[in-house]
């Protein structure tokens, strides 16, 4: 795979500057390859995300970089570049040319996959070894599931949809088209349902579904529970990390994403286009707003009812935390001051 430099720049909306007619077969980290001393990279785009103002660039093996608009030009001689608003953004786009998620253009299925007789496979589609379909299950065309990938009964997997090794897809779980689900993904597992009675618990019996919108991205070892009445429910264009637990009945809106460690205790629901931070716990029975980020290791305990950025246990906007935790680290001087006062009063007459 080959483009040139220009028809890079057109692709993503990015000025020129340098040679239009450069091959590109790749992205890099440009730094990396620079300390390591390494050869190669003439065909390799890189990108920055801060202005360069150190010339270490220039000794560089790879000849393109991906970068700011800077007030004065400021771009040095010798090199090529791409001018863009979201460096980052534009990277992320090309590297997306050259890596894009896998997709079956002729049927592979490994001799080793388990296929129930009554499940619907929709050419072209790859499955691979030791993979296990269930009864009147449905996979898409173009979908791809690796080595040990277990698809449950009565599931469906959209179009598109790429399943990494390990992952478990359990009854009725409807994946949308162009999911990615990473290594050891759960979905639709038991969620946590139990009464307390007596010094015992009584098991609720987890019968609902989940569903995932299109274009999701779930990532390794997460678990999301399916729910136990109704729908435990991924809307379209959601990432979640690894490694983060979504209980029976939450529902994540469209675009948001959540980060590695949170957990969402059952009925959360999430806004649209909102962003959780790392290790982020919800109580459950809570409901966040459309556009709300909540920093990591916040801990909300009641509804958020108003976009913004949100910080702290319990959670509150920012700024707010902010000032509380500067005036918590004045309090022993002014307990200090509160006592020595207190013991000129006594002595007064």
């Not at 009854?171 to 759960?186: D, F, P, S, W, Y």
């Not at 019996?205 to 919108?213: A, D, E, H």
């Not at 999301?224 to 979504?246: C, F, W």
């Amino acid at each position: 795979m080959e483009w040139t430099l220009g028809e890079i720049a057109e692709q993503i909306g990015a000025e020129l500057h340098g040679d239009a007619g450069l091959a590109i077969r790749g992205v890099c980290d440009w730094r990396w390859i620079r300390e390591k001393g390494l050869s190669g990279g003439e065909d390799l785009l890189g990108w920055e995300a801060r202005p360069l103002t150190d010339g270490s660039f220039l000794d560089s093996a790879v000849q393109a970089l991906i970068v700011p608009r800077l007030p004065d030009g400021g771009l040095r001689e010798g090199k090529s570049y791409l001018v863009s608003q979201d460096p980052r953004y534009a990277f992320a786009e090309v590297a997306g040319r050259f890596h894009p998620l896998p997709r079956a253009t002729e049927t592979r299925i490994h001799e080793t996959a388990v296929i129930d007789e009554s499940a619907i496979i929709e050419e072209p589609v790859q499955i691979g070894a030791r993979c296990v379909i269930g009864a009147r299950s449905r996979i898409g065309r173009g979908c791809v599931l690796e080595a040990q990938v277990h698809v449950g009964v009565d599931c469906v997997i959209g179009e598109d949809s790429v399943l990494e090794p390990f992952v478990v897809v359990l009854e009725g779980t409807r994946v949308g088209r162009r999911n990615h689900l990473g290594t050891g993904a759960k979905i639709g597992v038991t969620g946590f349902g139990n009464v307390p009675r007596d010094g015992r618990f009584l098991r609720i019996p987890q019968v609902g579904i989940v569903i995932t919108g299109d274009d999701v991205q779930i990532g390794a070892h997460t678990c999301v529970d399916r729910a136990a009445l109704g729908e435990t429910r991924i809307e379209e264009g959601v990432r979640v990390d690894n490694l983060v637990q979504i209980a029976h009945n939450c529902r994540v809106g469209a675009h948001s994403g959540i980060a590695a460690l949170a957990g969402l205790a059952g009925s959360t629901d999430i806004g649209e286009q909102c962003m959780i931070g790392g290790q982020v716990g919800f109580r459950g029975h809570q409901t966040i707003c459309a556009r709300v980020a909540l920093m990591g290791q916040s801990g909300p305990v009641s509804n958020i009812t108003e976009p913004g950025i949100y910080f702290g246990t319990p959670a509150r906007p920012v700024k707010e935390t902010h000032r509380i935790t500067v005036a918590l680290a004045r309090l022993p001087r002014l307990l200090r001051r509160v006592r020595a006062l207190e013991a000129r009063l006594e002595q007064d007459p």
